[in-house]
């Protein structure tokens, strides 16, 4: 046991269950440090690799990357720690496995926690290699809150988050995917060039006089109804498209026209066929659901530009099961995607009869819902994909998603970042946070924080109030 924690060893992390579940190659987060992962999060994983549940892929990714390193070593150069080779730089990390159930038996837990529950094996291990190896730092790295509230109360003295996928630190700063200038606009422009081609309006101006902005990312001002879209960034200079407050909030989708500026913008990008990606992001009633169907409606059955509309979403551990229920993969789903067949029907409420047009709709635009276990391994061709409710998908989870997408089809990724259910995210970690970040700068893509409620006065009381 005294070789897993050595003197020359500045810092070593004890990762929880719940690090290797949301970044399953979290053991190559730590750089020359030591990292120790107790027996007890082996089981945990064991148990969760074979369960129905959405972080079951990643128990399996993190125990395929744990196996790797270990393969073929001795009892000994386990406990001693197996090197962690980062490739390109001068240092390595070690890997320990921790036997806590032989352990910790050995010795007097009267001032630790009692051995009943598995956070509580993985406290006491931190404990114990902390009275241990008392020249070292033993920190204990969660991302339950719960168990670093009770690790320091246990007498734990380093207890972290885990950082590494945290982005932003204030999701305050997030890109909203526009910039509102005060005032009127033009009055701060001193160098600007014009000039028309094929009918559109552009503008050429400096960067220094517009600060730092990105592709697609679209421009209002507060007085002259101005709106642009920045479309080019080269040799100091932005490109922006006019485009007119006026005529945003007049586009129509599917029947569908927008209720204020923030839905006119989403609806230009939902219908742009030069953007691949498209990220709604904005509190619940804001019509993200709802522009991005009507959206998929009017390419699929208008247009005539995808074959096929793919609506999926995460689901809730409840949804655990759901391969025992009933009926066809579609009408499995259902009962996770009652927000967006809420949102067909209210589409098509003023149909003489209703239903019998909402199944023809849904038949002629070939509507399909997917679980997102549908997305891997598939390449998806022509189609227009709508992922709701993505503020509780991992940043892995979204990227599988993203590399199943082909020529063709338009990515849709909608989510409130106020209303995370997953018991590994926050709003500074979640895979929605991470794409808004990471693809601001992609040209292809477009992202709108979608500002107000329209659903209704009271949701809108409601989403300010509570």
Request: negative net charge.
């Amino acid at each position: 046991m005294s070789d897993v924690v050595t003197n020359k060893v500045k810092r070593v992390y004890i990762l929880d269950t719940n690090v290797l579940l949301h970044d399953p190659i979290a053991i190559y987060a730590f750089e020359e440090h030591r990292i120790v992962i107790p027996m007890t999060v082996l089981e945990e994983l064991d148990r969760i690799k074979d369960s129905k549940k959405d972080v079951a892929r990643d128990a399996r990714v993190a125990i395929r990357t744990i196996e790797h390193l270990v393969d073929g070593a001795s009892p000994e150069e386990v406990q001693a720690g197996i090197v962690i080779e980062h490739k390109g730089r001068d240092f390595n990390g070690l890997l320990s496995i921790f036997a806590d159930y032989l352990e910790l038996h050995k010795v007097d837990r009267s001032s630790w926690m009692p051995l009943d529950s598995p956070d509580n094996f993985i406290i006491n291990s931190a404990l114990f290699l902390q009275q241990q190896h008392d020249a070292q730092e033993i920190v204990l790295v969660t991302k339950d809150i719960n168990m670093r509230i009770k690790a320091r109360s246990a007498g734990l003295k380093h207890v972290e988050d885990y950082r590494k996928d945290k982005i932003v630190e204030d999701i305050e700063l997030l890109s909203k995917g526009y910039q509102r200038f005060e005032g009127n606009f033009w009055n701060e422009i001193t160098d600007v060039k014009t000039f028309v081609e094929y009918g559109r309006t552009y503008y050429v101006i400096p960067c220094h006089q517009l600060g730092d902005l990105y592709i697609n990312q679209y421009l209002l001002d507060e007085e002259s109804e101005f709106a642009a879209k920045v479309v080019e960034k080269s040799q100091g200079h932005y490109r922006l498209l006019d485009l007119g407050e006026e005529r945003l909030t007049h586009q129509r989708a599917w029947g569908v026209s927008a209720k204020n500026i923030y839905q006119g913008i989403a609806l230009h990008a939902l219908l742009d066929p030069k953007i691949d990606l498209v990220i709604l992001n904005g509190p619940a009633g804001s019509g993200k659901t709802y522009l991005a169907l009507a959206s998929a409606l009017e390419q699929s059955i208008e247009l005539g530009s995808v074959d096929k509309v793919i609506v999926t979403r995460s689901t809730p551990e409840i949804a655990e099961s759901i391969g025992f229920l009933p009926g066809t993969e579609e009408e499995k789903m259902l009962p996770w995607l009652g927000a967006v067949t809420d949102t067909m029907e209210s589409l098509h409420k003023g149909d003489a009869l209703p239903s019998e047009s909402l199944q023809y709709i849904v038949d002629k635009a070939n509507i399909q819902f997917k679980s997102l276990n549908f997305m891997r391994g598939r390449s998806i061709q022509h189609a227009f994909v709508l992922v709701d409710e993505a503020q509780n998908l991992t940043a892995a989870q979204l990227k599988t998603i993203i590399t199943r997408c082909g020529e063709g089809t338009k990515l849709v990724i909608s989510g409130n970042l106020s209303q995370i259910d997953s018991n590994y995210l926050s709003p500074a970690t979640s895979g929605l946070t991470y794409l808004i970040e990471k693809f601001k700068n992609y040209e292809g893509s477009a992202n709108i924080y979608l500002n107000g409620v329209v659903r209704s006065r009271l949701a809108e009381f409601a989403e300010e109030n509570m």
